[in-house]
T-cell receptor
Framework: QQQVKQSPQSLIVQKGGISIINCAYE??????FPWYQQFPGKGPALLIA?????SEKKEGRFTISFNKSAKQFSLHIMDSQPGDSATYFC????????????FGGGTRVLVKP | DAGVIQSPRHEVTEMGQEVTLRCKPI?????LFWYRQTMMRGLELLIY????????DSGMPEDRFSAKMPNASFSTLKIQPSEPRDSAVYFC???????????FGPGTRLTVL
């Protein structure tokens, strides 16, 4: 039962461009929306996270936007750099359902120099 | 500071053999998680512990999989007998509390021939 649908599966962007990744969720009771970044051969690492009472959060070149009515949240990578080339995962957590993180399918981002 | 430590990093075994994956969480973290990552199914939570006690093992695929956490600094994931479909990257993650940021280890790439 997939609770989080992530798109696109892959993305190619030129250096300096904007990368946009979207996630849609089904359940309205999620408590926490983290984004993880994974480089080849490494484990995922927390990039940025947002809670549902906040509509937007920005950390450096990374911004999360949250649309509660549409049940969507997205990651924007501004001024994309080749070092941003990685796989990005959105995730959702429901405290009332055992605090488990459910991950989206991942988006492979390639930033061309 | 040492992060989450997993061993071995790579494991190649033959079908039917027993496989044991090991994890040392970050010191002081109370929660430990085992994930499996495949191209087809993405990142899946297998089981998680809080204060060395298994809290949710609903993600464990079948009885061939078992996990233990005998103390706060060590956990194992065992597959017996192993099958080719178990081939995946297995990640261990830990956090201060269950709802806090999870820190992932580098993973163990398992290949079952």
């Amino acid at each position: 039962q997939q609770q989080v649908k992530q798109s696109p599966q892959s993305l190619i962007v030129q250096k300096g461009g904007i990368s946009i990744i979207n996630c849609a969720y089904e359940n309205t009771a999620f408590d926490y929306f983290p984004w993880y970044q994974q480089f080849p051969g490494k484990g995922p690492a927390l990039l940025i996270a947002i809670r549902p009472d906040v509509s937007e959060k920005k950390e450096g070149r990374f911004t999360i936007s949250f649309n509660k009515s549409a049940k969507q949240f997205s990651l924007h990578i501004m001024d994309s750099q080749p070092g941003d080339s990685a796989t990005y995962f959105c995730a959702v957590l429901i405290k009332a359902a055992g605090n488990k993180l459910t991950f989206g399918g991942g988006t492979r981002v390639l930033v061309k120099p | 500071d040492a992060g989450v430590i997993q061993s071995p990093r790579h494991e190649v075994t033959e079908m039917g053999q027993e496989v044991t994956l090991r994890c040392k969480p970050i010191s002081g973290h109370n929660s430990l998680f085992w994930y499996r990552q495949t191209m087809m199914r993405g990142l899946e939570l297998l089981i998680y512990f809080n204060n060395n006690v298994p809290i949710d093992d609903s993600g464990m695929p079948e009885d061939r999989f078992s996990a233990k956490m005998p103390n706060a600094s060590f956990s194992t994931l065992k597959i017996q007998p192993s099958e080719p479909r178990d081939s995946a990257v297995y990640f261990c993650a830990s956090s201060w509390e269950v709802t806090d940021t999870q820190y992932f280890g580098p993973g163990t790439r398992l290949t079952v021939l």
